[in-house]
C-alpha cells in the first residue's frame, strides 16, 4: 500500500492560465474524490468517481472544472481559466465502498 | 441535512494534560462520524470512525471518541497530550445512511501542546 499520491505538490500560475493536476489512488480502491481546502477551512467536496464514471459533482464546480478517471485508476483534475479565487490545496482522496477516504498529501494552487 | 460544528477554532494544552476536542453533528439519518489528522502541508490521516455498535471508539495515537446520540456529540479525547499531536483536527459526518461517498466537514480546530 503505497498510499494516495498527488502530483505536483505545489503550483504556481498566473490568473488566466490552465493547470491539471494528478492523483493515482491506492491501487484496489474502485472510488476517487476531488476535495477543495482553504485556509482555515474544513475540505469542500468537489466530485468524485467510482471506477471511471463520475457519479456526482458539486455546485462549486464550475464550468471552468473538469474531471475524468479515464481507466478507472488515475484521475486529473484541469481548471481552465485559473482565477485568484482558485488558489487553495486540492485534496485526492480513494476508497474501497464502505471504507473510510485515505487521503493524499494534496496540491497547493497559488494563482498570481 | 447533515451538519457539524466544532467548538474552538484554536485550543492549547500543556505536555501531559488531557486533550479535548469538541464536536456537534446534526443528521436525519443514523449518522457515521469521523475524526481526522491534518499536519502541515499534508493531507487528511483518519483517527478513527464510528459506524454503529460500541460508542466508544478508540483510534490512532491514543485518541478516542465517544459517540452520544442524546447530545449529538461525537468528542475526541487524549488522556495525555504530546508534543506531536500539534496539528489540525477535522470532524466529519457521512452524509446519508452509512454513505461514506461525501463528507460533511466542520471547519477544524488547531491544537497547539505548550512544553
Known amino acids: 500500500d503505497t498510499g494516495v499520491s498527488q502530483n505536483p505538490r505545489h503550483k504556481i500560475t498566473k490568473r488566466g492560465q490552465n493547470v491539471t493536476f494528478r492523483c493515482d489512488p491506492i491501487?484496489?480502491?474502485?472510488?476517487l474524490y476531488w476535495y477543495r481546502q482553504t485556509l482555515g477551512q474544513g475540505p469542500e467536496f468537489l466530485t468524485y468517481?467510482?471506477?471511471?464514471?463520475?457519479?456526482?459533482k458539486s455546485r462549486l464546480l464550475s464550468d471552468r472544472f473538469s474531471a475524468e478517471r479515464p481507466k478507472g485508476s488515475f484521475s486529473t483534475l484541469e481548471i481552465q481559466r485559473t482565477e485568484q479565487g482558485d488558489s487553495a490545496m486540492y485534496l485526492c482522496?480513494?476508497?474501497?465502498?464502505?471504507?473510510?477516504?485515505?487521503f493524499g498529501n494534496g496540491t497547493r494552487l497559488t494563482v498570481t | 441535512a447533515q451538519s457539524v460544528t466544532q467548538l474552538g477554532s484554536h485550543v492549547s494544552v500543556s505536555e501531559g494534560a488531557l486533550v479535548l476536542l469538541r464536536c456537534n453533528y446534526s443528521?436525519?439519518?443514523?449518522?457515521?462520524l469521523f475524526w481526522y489528522v491534518q499536519y502541515p502541508n499534508q493531507g487528511l490521516q483518519l483517527l478513527l470512525k464510528y459506524t454503529t455498535g460500541a460508542t466508544l471508539v478508540k483510534g490512532i495515537n491514543g485518541f478516542e471518541a465517544e459517540f452520544k446520540k442524546s447530545e449529538t456529540s461525537f468528542h475526541l479525547t487524549k488522556p495525555s497530550a504530546h508534543m506531536s499531536d500539534a496539528a489540525e483536527y477535522f470532524c466529519?459526518?457521512?452524509?446519508?445512511?452509512?454513505?461514506?461517498?461525501?463528507?460533511?466537514w466542520g471547519l477544524g480546530t488547531s491544537l497547539a501542546v505548550n512544553p
Open positions: 443528521s436525519s439519518v443514523p449518522p457515521y
Open positions: 468517481f467510482q471506477n471511471e464514471a463520475q457519479l456526482e
Open positions: 482522496a480513494s476508497s474501497l465502498e464502505g471504507s473510510p477516504l485515505h
Open positions: 466529519a459526518v457521512s452524509e446519508g445512511a452509512g454513505n461514506n461517498r461525501k463528507l460533511i
Open positions: 491501487s484496489e480502491h474502485n472510488r
